[in-house]
């Protein structure tokens, strides 16, 4: 089986639970869910989809060398995802399980088990994601997982020398993934941390992915959608939303469709929301010790320091402008 990957390139794919897992229901499905959640004309940001997201995860740990249950566990790992992604968790703050909290339980209640028991793998050891290190850390440390989605993002607007040297500085050490130099680790540290802060984590990103929880929340509500469409894909939902009578959803859907302006009002609010800070600090290679690289170069952890600040309760305005919102091609 070939797979083209915009990261990665061409693999040919001989595994068979690889191949079945490809062409699997749940695996299908992540193709109909975007990578941030929100839909084209709704969002500033190009996106990609869990599916690539999740292929390009389980090419990046074979070019790693890990082993195929840790290939099909970075496969899966995002099986679990509600259409919109993390939004939903927006939509139930803590009243129902994260994504990575119910991942054990979706893949036991799907077709899965069954392909894996075919190939001799026990699927509760292959949704253990805790297990399986390549694939999964803790933040702020390196993981295929962080890796991919930060170099997908990157090819999105570019394919340059920069994904090659940073893939041919990656290896494993020890069950984790390091750089082999300084240099490539800050170039992937400072790229994590302009995205971040500057698209998926920008402030106008994540009032508008909780403008669509709203929507989602009043859907829910009113009956317009239910629990068993969220995991469903985005469309099914988008579909049924915006073809609602509810006065409520269309005025919010129609602010999402348009170009607006953000006001910071700490004071009188319209809207009020948690911004988190996420940040990687890889692991290196320095003087033939692992390090992190904060730990020896000054100007990342002096930057890191910095943008510390930046993050925090986003309380602000909105102002909505008559244009409709530029799609990223």
């Known amino acids: 089986m070939q797979v083209l990957d915009e990261v990665y390139g061409q693999f040919e794919i001989s595994d068979p639970v690889l191949i079945e897992l490809l062409n699997s229901p749940s695996i299908g499905r992540?193709?109909?869910?975007?990578?941030?959640?929100?839909?084209?004309?709704?969002?500033?940001?190009?996106?990609?989809?869990?599916?690539?997201?999740?292929?390009?995860?389980?090419?990046?740990?074979?070019?790693?060398g890990a082993s195929l249950a840790e290939q099909v566990?970075?496969?899966?790992?995002?099986?679990?995802?509600?259409?919109?992604?993390?939004?939903t968790e927006f939509v139930f703050h803590r009243d129902r399980p994260t994504q990575d909290e119910r991942h054990m339980w979706f893949v036991l209640s799907s077709e899965l088990p069954a392909i894996l028991l075919r190939y001799g793998l026990e699927p509760k050891l292959i949704a253990d994601l805790p297990h399986h290190t390549l694939?999964?850390?803790?933040s702020p440390s390196l993981c295929a997982?962080?890796?991919?989605?930060?170099?997908?993002?990157?090819?999105?607007?570019?394919?340059?020398?920069?994904?090659?040297?940073?893939?041919?500085?990656?290896?494993?050490?020890?069950?984790?993934?390091?750089?082999?130099?300084?240099?490539?680790?800050?170039?992937?540290?400072?790229?994590?941390?302009?995205y971040n802060i500057n698209r998926w984590g920008s402030a106008e990103q994540i009032i508008r992915q909780h403008l669509l929880a709203k929507a989602i929340r009043i859907g829910l509500d009113d009956g317009t959608i239910s629990l068993d469409?969220?995991?469903?894909?985005?469309?099914?939902?988008?579909?049924?939303?915006?073809?609602?009578?509810?006065?409520?959803i269309r005025a919010t859907l129609d602010l999402l469709s348009k170009d607006?302006?953000?006001?910071?009002?700490?004071?009188?609010?319209?809207?009020?929301?948690?911004?988190?800070?996420?940040?990687?600090?890889?692991?290196?290679?320095f003087r033939k010790k692992v390090r992190k690289l904060s730990s020896i170069n000054s100007y990342f952890a002096q930057t890191l320091a910095e943008k510390k600040q930046y993050r925090r309760q986003l309380n602000v305005r909105i102002h909505p402008k008559s244009t409709i919102l530029k799609v990223a091609n």
């Open 30 to 64: 992540l193709k109909g869910i975007r990578q941030y959640g929100l839909p084209p004309n709704y969002s500033l940001l190009k996106s990609f989809t869990r599916y690539e997201h999740s292929v390009g995860t389980m090419l990046l740990l074979r070019i790693l």
């Open 229 to 248: 469409d969220l995991f469903d894909v985005d469309d099914l939902v988008l579909q049924k939303l915006t073809h609602t009578k509810n006065p409520a």
């Open 135 to 138: 694939l999964e850390q803790p």
């Open 73 to 87: 566990a970075g496969l899966l790992h995002d099986v679990s995802h509600t259409a919109f992604s993390h939004i």
């Open 145 to 194: 997982d962080r890796i991919d989605y930060t170099l997908h993002e990157y090819a999105l607007d570019t394919y340059n020398g920069t994904l090659n040297l940073l893939l041919r500085n990656l290896e494993t050490r020890d069950g984790r993934i390091v750089f082999r130099t300084p240099h490539a680790a800050e170039i992937f540290g400072m790229m994590y941390l302009d």
């Open 260 to 285: 607006f302006e953000l006001e910071f009002d700490e004071k009188n609010p319209e809207m009020s929301v948690p911004c988190g800070f996420q940040y990687v600090d890889p692991e290196v290679l």
